[in-house]
């Protein structure tokens, strides 16, 4: 079956680096997903991975991917308060056009 | 470019009542979604049209329909609204597996 499950809450400091997880079910899946939504908005892609590379970074944003125990994880590095906001892990499985979203975490930075 | 455009973006119906969420896109598409989003549970999908034409049931459909007018065009339909259809509403469309979204309307059903 299709899953994606998230840790629903984390709180850092400023200036600290946060890692949001995830895990997954559909060992088929193509890509994995790491959207952005800030409150009141639409989602933002903020970067996404394919299945057959282990890490991938992109400025301040590093994901981590373990195939083997289907595991995927998002490093903000120097969290700022205006990353602040429910950060959502998608999986597209393979052969079909949908996308499976985990249920949100909500990251909160003090300042 | 616009992207993906949405109206409206606030709406409160009554019980019974109907209406139609309108969504559109103007990056020339194939593939169009509409997903629920409610506290705690992430986003599901209702529908999904994969080409112009098209639609498949998601995650969700009991309750709605839609129509793809066009290419640009993905309409959701509330034919009898219920309070369990209060809800965030995200249109969305995709080519080359990204996914692009609507800023959202937000449904209160009485």
């Known amino acids: 079956g299709e899953d994606v ?5 984390l709180s850092v400091r400023e200036g600290d680096s946060s890692v949001i997880n995830c895990t997954y079910t559909d060992s088929s899946s193509t890509y994995l997903y790491w959207y952005k939504q800030e409150p009141g908005a639409g989602l933002q892609l ?9 890490m991938k970074q992109d400025q301040r944003l590093t994901v981590l991917l373990n195939k083997k125990d289907k ?9 700022q308060t205006g990353d602040s906001a429910i950060y959502f ?6 052969n079909t056009g949908k996308l499976i979203f985990g249920q949100g975490t909500t990251l909160q930075v003090k300042p | ?20 969420l ?25 529908y999904y049209s ?17 129509s793809r007018l066009n290419k640009r065009e993905f309409s959701l339909r509330l034919e009898s609204a219920a309070p369990s259809q209060t809800s965030v509403y995200f249109c969305a469309s995709s080519e ?5 979204f609507g800023p959202g309307t937000r449904l209160t059903v009485l």
């Not at chain 2, 994969?50 to 839609?66: F, H, L, Q, R």
């Not at chain 2, 080359?96 to 692009?100: G, N, V």
Request: charged letters at 20%.
């Open chain 2, 96 to 100: 080359a597996s990204r996914e692009y």
């Open chain 2, 50 to 66: 994969a080409s112009e034409g098209t639609t498949d049931k998601g995650e969700v459909p009991n309750g709605y329909n839609v």
């Open chain 1, 46 to 54: 903020l970067t996404y991975i394919f299945s057959n590379m282990d």
């Open chain 2, 22 to 46: 309108q969504c559109a896109q103007d990056m020339n598409h194939n593939s169009m979604y509409w997903y629920r989003q409610d506290p705690g549970m992430g986003l599901r999908l209702i």
């Open chain 1, 89 to 94: 892990c998608a999986e597209r499985p393979g």
């Open chain 2, 1 to 20: 470019n616009a992207g993906v455009t949405q109206t409206p973006k606030f709406q409160v119906l009554k019980t019974g009542q109907s209406m139609t």
């Open chain 1, 71 to 79: 595991h995927l994880s998002l490093r903000i590095a120097d969290t």
């Open chain 1, 5 to 9: 499950e998230q840790s629903l809450f």
